[in-house]
């Protein structure tokens, strides 16, 4: 079954780290544009991240110097470490994979929910 | 950056109306645009791609239409299970959501 689990959220104190990681099957992910989008409580969706087939990698503004997307191929695994986590970065968030020539969002995991507070 | 401005940003229609969901890009993007489904607790689901391309297995009722800068988002005959909030999202230059359309019971 092609799917994506992701795993690692919880509760994190301000200026924290945290790890997320998404766990897929069915496909290959090095083959694919591969993201993080969150959403935070009531809001909308706010794209985060990006690392292309080719490795390069991009963030949104509001987590660039902070956050970075990678992936281990080996174990079929897409990853986003959180550095300085702030309250405003609390939200559920979902990994998803870009298909087609520019990766519109095609297959995402269910979220995991990251809740930063003191 | 590239910004997505969508409107409404709620509307209230009853089953069987015709829908009409509107998004405006800051620049144009050419037809890289996409259209979700979310319903409450859920992840958001593919509707449409490259402005106008139904998703397999995704309603014929659903249409989308659009290039440049203006595109809009239909649903020919609202059903029960189409109330939910809908999102357009350029992936042109990396990736840019509307703040998205509640569709809402009249």
Known sequence: ?118 | DIQMTQSPSTLSASVGDRVTITCRASQSISSWLAWYQQKPGKAPQLLIYKASTLESGVPSRFSGSGSGTEFTLTISSLQPDDFATYYCQQYDSYSTFGQGTKVEIK
Do not use: H
């Not at chain 1, 919880?10 to 290959?28: D, E, K, N, V």
């Not at chain 1, 989008?37 to 969706?45: E, T, Y």
């Not at chain 1, 990698?57 to 080996?74: E, L, W």
């Not at chain 1, 998803?96 to 995402?108: C, V």
């Open chain 1, 1 to 118: 079954e092609v799917q994506l689990v992701e795993s690692g959220g919880g509760l994190i104190q301000p200026g924290g780290s945290l790890r997320l990681s998404c766990a897929a099957s069915g496909f290959t992910i090095s083959n694919n544009y591969m993201n993080w989008v969150r959403q935070a409580p009531g809001k909308g969706l706010e794209w985060v991240s990006i690392i292309y087939r080719g490795g390069s990698r991009y963030n949104a503004d509001s987590v660039k110097g902070r956050f970075t997307i990678s992936r281990d191929s080996s174990k079929n695994t897409l990853f986003l470490q959180m550095n300085s986590l702030r309250a405003e970065d609390t939200a559920v968030y979902y990994c998803a994979r870009g298909y087609g020539d520019k990766g519109y969002f095609d297959l995402w995991g269910r979220g995991t929910l990251v809740t930063v507070s003191s």
